[in-house]
């Protein structure tokens, strides 16, 4: 039996869908709201790898940085044009390969990646190139799907199926990933964990229900009291330290340490 990978055109046919932008889900502002908590954004020089709609640029661009957002598919590419130019803002678009990034060494203040990383077989050269192209004290956010949750053992059962979106992808603990990043020549320094709202089965179900044209709502709220309550809680869970180990998402900041130490 072949081994399932991530390919470019499970991308390109994810992106090639004719949907507005604002149709496709983004991440609730989590990875500008994390960069902004701990980095001076202004002035900034950042690259965002595997960008697709390259929102996230677009909202540091707003916030004073400069941008670039690299992504392999030109389907990607063209959504992330849009979304820069609905928002008034410049971003440097580069079709490229993450694994030889077309950029010297030692140049971004910040490499940031969300829902990259894990489509990876082997993610220690993907690593290697986000530690080459940073400049040192500078700084690689890397965002990707948390392993103990009960969603990881739904997104297997769809692989095995052959219903996953993107082909294959595989998750990390907060341990391995940083272990990942420390073997990348980079030092952990910040973590954080992150629910989705709504959740990926509301996702995945509204994703399956559109192509015979049911059309659920994007965002949904079926008991007001409910859904705040459910909001509270979880927002206090991704504050504490047990956000990390029970979130969908994971995220770890990582610094390129200076030359002369």
């Known amino acids: 039996m072949a081994v399932k990978i991530s390919e470019k055109k499970h991308w390109d046919d994810f992106w090639r869908r004719d949907r507005d932008i604002d149709e496709i889900y983004d991440n609730d502002g989590r990875i500008t709201e994390e960069i902004g908590k701990r980095l001076e954004i202004k002035g900034m020089l950042c690259l965002e790898v595997g960008a697709a709609t390259a929102r996230d ?19 990607a590419l063209a959504l992330a044009e849009r979304a820069a130019e ?77 219903a996953w979106f993107a082909g294959w992808e595989t998750q990390f603990t907060r341990a391995a990933l940083c272990s990942l990043l420390r073997g990348s020549g980079l030092e952990p320094f910040g973590v954080y964990g992150r629910f989705f709202s709504p959740s990926l089965a509301y996702r995945i179900l509204r994703e399956i229900l559109a192509k015979p044209g049911i059309n659920l709502p994007m965002r949904p709220v079926l008991v007001p009291p409910i859904h705040r309550l459910r909001e509270t809680i979880r927002k206090h869970i991704e504050k504490s330290s047990m956000g990390p180990a029970l979130g969908y998402v994971l995220g770890v900041f990582a610094r390129k340490p200076e030359k002369n130490r």
């Open 86 to 162: 609905r928002a008034g803002v410049q971003l440097m678009l580069v079709c490229g390969d993450a694994l030889n990034l077309p950029f010297r060494d030692d140049v971004f203040d910040l490499v940031f990646h969300q829902g990259v990383l894990e489509h990876f077989r082997d993610p220690v050269p993907f690593l290697a190139e986000n530690s080459r192209v940073v400049r040192p004290g500078g700084v690689v956010l890397t965002d990707v799907p948390q392993t103990f949750h009960i969603y990881t053992v739904m997104k297997k059962l769809l692989i095995a199926a052959g």
């Open 57 to 75: 640029s677009v909202t540091l661009a707003r916030s004073g940085a400069s941008a670039v957002a690299l992504d392999y598919s030109m389907e």
